[in-house]
């Protein structure tokens, strides 16, 4: 039955998402969506951006391109509108060649509503001649601060994005963030060739619910401990760690002191992350330690408190990690632990962020000896990359690769992925009397088949299908190498085609490999990129010395400047205290009126007032004592 249009929005919302109502902003945003205008969405972490393409896309008949910079985050949502029933696809980095060719054919000649792209395989030829042939109708940018080179993650390869719309002229495109400052949102809008009749809709970034602090502390994790205690130990918390190292520690420290929480980073096997990021999402662990990266793209309203053991490098990401913390819109707390020499450190951090061209140049040539890649090849091709291992091998520093490695990410040379658990696909590429007359011929084999066809029906056949091994192994009674051995003699054969499980952390050369010599950094643009982060950094150190309204600090940053103090910060809240425990003016005037008239002795001041004020009248009298406005005379009495 072809997809009817409609205008229907609602609907289309509660029958997909069971929701009945629209978030502020999101009706406005997608009716723009739906009248075919060019739309920039600015709203907050938590504010339903991805509601924002998605039932618009929904509405109308054809498939909607999304462009999305994390596998992770991409799989995500791939898997989530699966579970709704709605046909969704990814293509990135790691994947094969066939299985990208099967994916991109099922977008133009299947149902599927939704293609997740990753930005470096956009202008591929694959890619290039295959959308054409798509029903297109929307294009949507997630994380669209990624096309400005003055956010705080450019990626070069976002700028492709521009040349794709020449592919899609009449396509409109929503490009959506939750953090962009007033010279980010107008890059985002040139850079993606935005049409005049273009809407920029931009809801507030203050969070009322949500209560900013710093705790100044030279002991972090007993801090730590008080601020977690403080909240509720019960509470939902995400503790967030600069290092692998930091976040184990932690998680081990609360631990000991009866503390439950998990440690959660790209460095454990897959089968443990899974397991402790669903504990979590399930409240069976309660607390997390976790590396920046975790969630991203984690639908978890209930978070009452987010904690900083270190501060990010720039307000952008601390904003949007912070506000992971109360989504559902009830009270919650982030808290910046601060060190005596943070300052230093971070802009120490900074400067090591950036390291010297000739040191860039020596790792891209160690990483194309690593992947044994030749000039001129390489592009787009996945590797496995152990971090420490590479730099043992070349004796290099762990984290002078690092930092090299991001500059060279920025540059749009390399990409590297977080190790994300991808598990074993199976396609038959073949028709069903091939497949028989194969089966007939080959016994042996005979069983597996038939396993994988009771598995995953006739889908098989039209694309890559999740297979468990370990559920194969058990099916068949055999081990699960004698089981990988099959699948693998199959996919030589050419009956099937098999991606094997993948969990390991990833890296790609983006363009073909230069020589390094002439490999061509942009030595303005680095300069330019070094100066933007040391003003971002110092943005960073005067939001944790405070001496104003956090969120008035936040807000002003992304060009809010006429927000009103928040009420509940530290700061706000210490005014608060400091003007409750200060006697109103007109208590001491009358005091003092009161003695000057006629001395007389504390105790007699006091039958003059409230029973309620006496502590104040008591504090008051102490102070202009002190002050000398007011002297005790031999007989007791005060005047």
Known sequence: MPEQPTDDILHVLSQTWGHGAFRPLQEDIIRSVLAGQDTLALLPTGGGKSICFQVPALARPGICVVVSPLIALMKDQVERLRSKGVKAEAVYAGMSHQEIDQTLDNCVYGPVKFLYVSPERLLTDLFRVRVAKMKVNLLAVDEAHCLSQWGYDFRPPYLQIAELRELLPSVPVVALTATATGQVKQDI?????FGENHRVFQQSFARPNLSYSVSATEDK?????????????????IVYARTRRQTEEAAAFLQQHQVPAAAYHAGLPAELRHRTQQNWMQDRTRIIVATNAFGMGIDKPDVRLVVHLDAPDNLEAYYQEAGRAGRDEKYAFAVLLSGPNDADELRRRTVQAHPPIDTVRRVYQALANYSRTAVGGGELVAFDFDLQQFAETYRLKALEVHNSLRVLEREGFVQLNEAVNTPARVHIPIDHRDLYRFQVANEQHDKLIKSLLRLNGGEIFTGFQKISENSLAQHLRLSVADVRKM???????????????????????TTPRFDADKLPLDQKRLRLGRELAEQKTEAVIRYAHGGR???????????????????????????????QAAPPVELRTRLLELVKATPQTPREVLTRFAPGEATTVTELLRELVDSGELRYAADGRLG
């Open 221 to 237: 994790l007993q801090r730590l401990l008080q601020v977690v205690r403080g909240v509720g130990a019960d509470k939902t918390s």
């Open 549 to 579: 309204c956090r969120q008035q600090m936040l807000l002003e940053y992304f060009g809010e400047l006429d927000a009103p103090p928040c009420k509940v910060c530290d700061y706000c809240l210490a005014q608060k205290k400091a003007r």
């Open 487 to 509: 699948l693998l003699f199959l996919h030589r054969s050419g009956i099937i085609l098999f991606q094997p499980r993948h969990d390991s952390p990833q890296a790609l050369f």
């Open 189 to 193: 809008v040139t850079k993606l060739k």
